[in-house]
């Protein structure tokens, strides 16, 4: 397995841990905020998670009725510093940081504590999806001659047309057979703010899915592999010029 270097500027600007559960079909929400008597003091910013639902009424004769409504379907609760925030919910569980990102090792070991503490309040049947996101913003100088001095797989004019690019997106999604994993890759050239600097941002969203389901400790394995999947991704997107900027 490739070792990647560490970057000490490192241009990402979120990171998740999505895990994805089926619980018993009688687990109500309101047991899942019994997690926030152990994290208030780490995470004291409790806020309702809204899903809204909807549905058609169809009666013979009688046009179609929409009946709609929202419910709560999990809690999120915010860090004291804002930087990190817990997803428990129905159907799963969610951990994220903001800028700054430390280390893996120092993500990792919160997002599982935590996950600990929602595996013993909701006592899930199975895990479905087990699932890594990061999102990284590359502020490029300009001017830019082209793209390709910075990414690996840049967007591209037909040749015979105007060259200047003021926006693009790009999506691709691959499979990874050997894990079982499939990479969501999103490139796009961001609003310009600052007119010294282009915002590019690169999502690398890798995840597996197991309908059958798998058991906690096996995600965890889970997303250990996608985490070098992401890791390979993304220094395969990248130039050497523009990692040298995050040294």
């Not at 969610?94 to 309040?121: C, G, H, M, Q, V």
């Not at 037909?158 to 079982?180: D, M």
């Amino acid at each position: 397995m490739a070792q990647y270097s560490v970057l000490p500027k490192a241009p990402i600007t979120e990171a998740l841990i999505d895990i994805r559960v089926k619980l018993a079909d009688d687990y109500t929400v309101n047991k899942l905020n019994s997690i926030y008597d152990a994290i208030a003091s780490q995470y004291p910013e409790r806020k309702e998670r809204m899903r809204w639902e909807g549905k058609f009424d169809f009666k013979k004769g009688e046009p179609p009725k929409l009946t709609a409504e929202d419910k709560i379907d999990g809690y999120l609760y915010i860090s004291s510093d804002k930087k990190q925030v817990v997803q428990a919910r129905l159907d799963g569980f969610t951990f994220s940081r903001l800028k700054p990102y430390e280390t893996w090792e120092n993500f990792r070991e919160e997002a599982y504590r935590l996950w600990l503490l929602y595996l013993d309040i909701a006592s899930p049947q199975m895990v479905t999806r087990a699932a890594l996101r990061y999102i990284n913003n590359f502020a490029i100088p300009l001017p830019i001659r082209d793209f390709s001095e910075y990414l690996t797989a840049p967007p591209t004019v037909p040749e015979g047309l105007p060259q200047g690019v003021s926006s693009f997106l790009t999506r691709i999604v691959i499979h990874a057979p050997s894990i079982g994993a499939t990479a969501i890759i999103t490139q796009a050239l961001e609003q310009i703010v600052n007119p010294d600097f282009v915002p590019i941002i690169l999502d690398i969203d890798v995840f597996k899915q197991k309908p059958e389901g798998m058991e906690s400790e096996d995600a965890w394995e889970t997303i250990e592999k996608l985490r070098h999947f992401k890791n390979e991704i993304f220094f395969k997107s990248i130039t050497e010029k523009l990692k040298e900027s995050f040294l």
